[in-house]
T-cell receptor, first 114, second 110 residues
């Protein structure tokens, strides 16, 4: 299994500002995934972060709003830009074990935008 | 039809009861299936994998029915600590996107 350290664990931000979330994995992984989970909802994939290339974004998510960095095989950041109250959510990073398809998650970032 | 659908919750059961959740999926080519447990405002954590032959881990039993395209989770002798949301996770295989159910909330009451 993979151990993922995610920070910050929570933040309260003002409208119009940006927040960068970091995830550090204890092993090298090809792809890292960023999810959003809105209150009472299931997980929605925002994008897949690939080392050495641009992230792949899902429908409804754009790079200008959610820029992602992946400087090496153990680290990634997700920035939530120009925040609005609608961005209030839990953001999770994840990796997948390709040998058994299991997913492992960071501890999540609970974001509240005022 | 949603890609993954779960039983509507919440399930409120007394301690010691047996409770079962079902989850149906639409992609017949899906290859891997899991149950995850998610506590309030926490990250999902793997509970168990699901196989056609069925698998058991203590009080938990998971079963996959490929013909009917559903998976199930059975919890025996429910404990207060079992209270959580249980997510059904379906992996199509290859590099296709993982699909999550909306979750079933379980509340075990004293």
């Amino acid at each position: 299994s993979a151990v993922i350290s995610q920070k910050p664990s929570r933040d309260i931000c003002q409208r119009g500002t940006s927040l960068t979330i970091q995830c550090q994995v204890d092993s090298q992984v090809t792809m890292m995934f960023w999810y959003r989970q809105q209150p009472g909802q299931s997980l929605t994939l925002i994008a897949t972060a690939n080392q050495g290339s641009e992230a792949t974004y899902e429908s409804g998510f754009v790079i200008d709003k959610f820029p992602i960095s992946r400087p090496n095989l153990t680290f990634s950041t997700l920035t939530v830009s120009n925040m609005s109250p609608e961005d209030s959510s839990i953001y999770l990073c994840s990796v997948q074990d390709r040998t058994n398809e299991k997913l492992f998650f960071g501890s999540g970032t609970q974001l509240s935008v005022l | 039809r949603k890609e993954v659908e779960q039983d509507p919750g919440p399930f409120n059961v007394p301690e010691g009861a047996t409770v079962a959740f079902n989850c149906t999926y639409s992609n017949s080519a899906s290859q891997s299936f899991f149950w995850y447990r998610q506590d309030c405002r926490k990250e999902p954590k793997l509970l168990m994998s699901v196989y056609s032959s069925g698998n058991e881990d203590g009080r938990f039993t998971a079963q996959l029915n490929r013909a009917s395209q559903y998976i199930s989770l059975l919890i025996r002798d429910s404990k207060l600590s079992d209270s959580a949301t249980y997510l059904c996770v379906v992996v199509p295989g290859g590099y296709q996107k993982v699909t999550f159910g909306t979750g079933t909330k379980l509340q075990v009451i004293p």
